[in-house]
């Protein structure tokens, strides 16, 4: 891998050299009979944030699913913070520091905001208070009117309350499965600049993207995915410079 | 070429929305009102027939609060839930007398009952009973929600880990209901029985209003368990997770929500008030074999009413199809045995102009 350096506003630089938080390798699963993921490899360091990129159908949510132990994988292992999680119940995985954000239906929508955000700790035994208090230090908007349901809420307010629930647990590692997929522009870029926030809390982010620029620009290092297998890897600037990618997912 | 064949879907779309949104004002509103007027009305032209229905209403909600919550988690329709609520009833006529139908007539099998205790069968206050009813009930209660779980782990599980559809579940739990009744008539006879022989004491309420002491007590049963299971749903983190679940199973479990876990908690909470609904059933009425499938209709009409997955709104759902029945009798409109058509009748009403029910926003 190459390690070009580049700047990036407020964050340190890429600590690749660190220990990973989350490895996955020869990653094969799919749904039922039909394969998806035909050997993907990723790994996430200690704060680090993470991108993968890459046309529709090349198996960027599958991936994610795999990782969290929601798929049961046809060969391949995943390792948090060096611990063999491959097989583990979502529950096992969440008790061990990664929490997820699937794309779409995220919140409970019968449920208020506070109860939202309870129910991102449930696993959690104490410290709920101060949890919450951080979190909504985060998200002020949510702090305003908690007892709201989170039905209630606009899509970019949903997906904020989704991230938040997500933290609750104060993660070594989120993975955020598109979460800007169909939002306004204005609200792509609020949910981007609180990606970055959390990632300056420490925490770890492997996220998927269609907006792959945007992606790129706020990642360390990005794995361009194809047909469910690695296409490319690198930094954020040296896949927004490649010209493969461009061709192949820019539209350059 | 994508636009245009999507255009007309998305107007479609678009008028059903509408439809929908016009629907949401009109006929929530009109139906709650329509229930309030004839409601007020029965109060004061039919106030005997409004208070027998409340009571009515009181052992339907017990039974649709837990047939809800079942619905809102496991997301089908538990068919057997009125036979269990039968089943329960006999299970706390066994713990009370120890009786099971003989060769030629009833035997008492066991070697110790509750009636045993010391003044257990002494009249509280003006009641029939004595408290050996009330820990019979809790014990068929205890009973009932081995019996949901041993249920769910032989029948419901392992449908639900292959994916099975809700038709697939209606059917399993029809089946249940059936062999649940098909015991009772084996071990205690289609004989109608009761707790207490005899003839029950009466209170005299205001407004010239009177009814049997024990009816009163149903009432308030009703009234304990709707708040009980309130404060858990609102209150307890284990109420939120069940909440949760209904709202989105998937999410509860990468939330780290041990979803099986609250599935189990679930039958535990729907067999309690199982026990307590099957009992004060066979208050109100008798200990009969095919009384509670009868009870299913109502059941369900109650739940839909409020709309499904919503306690609150079941507890007034019952109230509606109770007071409904009474004053639908006592007014001569039907003889006392087609009392259950009034709640055919406003099931079938519901379903077709409101059928997320009076108050829900969700389908």
Redesign the interface.
């Known amino acids: 891998m190459i390690s070009s350096e580049s700047p990036r506003p407020g964050q340190p630089p890429p600590p690749t050299a660190g220990p990973a938080v989350l490895e996955a390798s020869e990653v094969v699963a799919g749904y039922g009979e039909v394969e998806i993921l035909h050997g993907v490899s990723l790994r996430v360091g200690a704060g680090e944030v993470v991108a993968i990129i890459g046309p529709n159908g090349a198996g960027k949510s599958t991936l994610m699913k795999a990782v ?1 132990g ?1 798929l049961k994988l046809k060969s391949g292992a995943v390792w948090l913070e060096g611990e063999d999680v491959t097989g583990a119940s ?2 096992r995985i ?2 061990k520091g990664m ?2 954000v ?1 794309q779409s ?7 208020s905001i506070q ?1 939202n955000l ?3 700790a ?2 959690r035994r104490d410290g709920f208070r101060q949890r919450l208090d951080e979190v909504y230090g985060l998200f002020p908007a949510l702090a305003e009117r908690p007892q709201i349901r989170a ?1 209630r809420l606009s899509g970019g307010q949903r997906q904020m309350l989704a991230l938040a ?1 997500a933290l609750m ?1 104060d993660p070594r590692v989120l993975l955020l499965d598109e979460p800007t997929a169909s939002l306004a522009p204005k609200m792509v870029d609020d949910i981007f600049s609180k990606v970055r926030n959390i990632n300056q809390t420490g925490v770890a982010i492997l996220i998927v993207e269609q907006n792959a620029k945007e992606a790129l620009s706020i990642c360390h290092r990005a794995y361009v995915l194809a047909m469910g297998l690695n296409r490319l890897e690198g930094t954020g600037p040296e896949l927004l410079a490649s010209e493969e990618v461009g061709r192949l997912y820019l539209g350059a | 070429m994508a636009v245009s064949e999507a255009a007309p879907g998305r107007l479609r779309e678009q008028l059903r929305e509408y439809q929908q949104l016009a629907g949401r004002f009109l006929a929530g509103p009109a139906v709650l009102v329509l229930f309030l007027v004839f409601g007020l009305w029965a109060l004061i032209a039919e106030t005997d027939a409004f208070a027998i229905g409340i009571v009515t209403g009181s052992v339907l909600a017990l039974g649709a609060i837990g047939l809800t919550l079942i619905y809102g988690v496991l997301k089908f329709a538990h068919f057997a839930h009125g036979d269990s609520m039968m089943l329960a009833a006999y299970v706390a006529f066994f713990f009370l007398t120890g009786v099971v139908v003989g060769e030629r007539t009833d035997t008492e099998v066991l070697p110790w009952t509750v009636s045993d205790l010391p003044g257990a069968t002494k009249p509280i206050l003006d009641f029939s009973f004595g408290y050996g009813l009330l820990i019979a009930m809790a014990m068929a209660a205890a009973v009932m929600a081995g019996v949901f779980i041993i249920l769910d782990r032989l029948v419901y599980g392992p449908l639900r880990r292959r994916g099975s559809g809700i038709v697939i579940f209606a059917i399993a739990s029809l089946g249940v209901a059936i062999a649940m009744r098909s015991l009772i008539l084996i071990f205690w006879s289609s004989f109608g029985r009761f707790y207490v022989p005899g003839i029950r004491a009466t209170t005299d309420l205001p407004f010239g209003v009177r009814i049997v002491s024990d009816q009163i007590f149903i009432f308030g049963a009703a009234i304990v368990m709707a708040a009980l299971v309130y404060l858990l749903l609102f209150r307890s983190k284990l109420g939120k997770a069940m909440r949760a679940t209904a709202d989105n199973p998937d999410l509860a479990l990468v939330s780290g929500i041990g979803t099986e876990r609250v599935i189990m908690w679930t039958w535990v909470i729907g067999g309690g008030l199982v026990g307590v609904a099957g009992v004060m059933l066979a208050l109100q009425a008798q200990l009969k074999p095919e009384l509670g499938f009868v009870l299913l209709l109502p059941l369900f009409a109650s739940t839909i009413l409020g709309g499904i997955g919503s306690p609150q709104g079941a507890f007034v759902g019952a109230m509606i199809v109770g007071i409904t029945e009474e004053v639908a009798v006592t007014l001569g409109f039907l003889s006392p045995g087609y009392k259950f058509s009034v709640a055919f009748v406003i099931l079938v009403m519901i379903l077709l102009f409101r059928p997320q029910g009076i108050f829900g926003g969700k389908t």
């Open positions: 969290f929601l979502p529950e969440v008790r929490c997820y699937p239906e995220n919140v409970f929508p019968s449920l109860e309870e129910m991102g449930f696993t039905g629930r647990l």
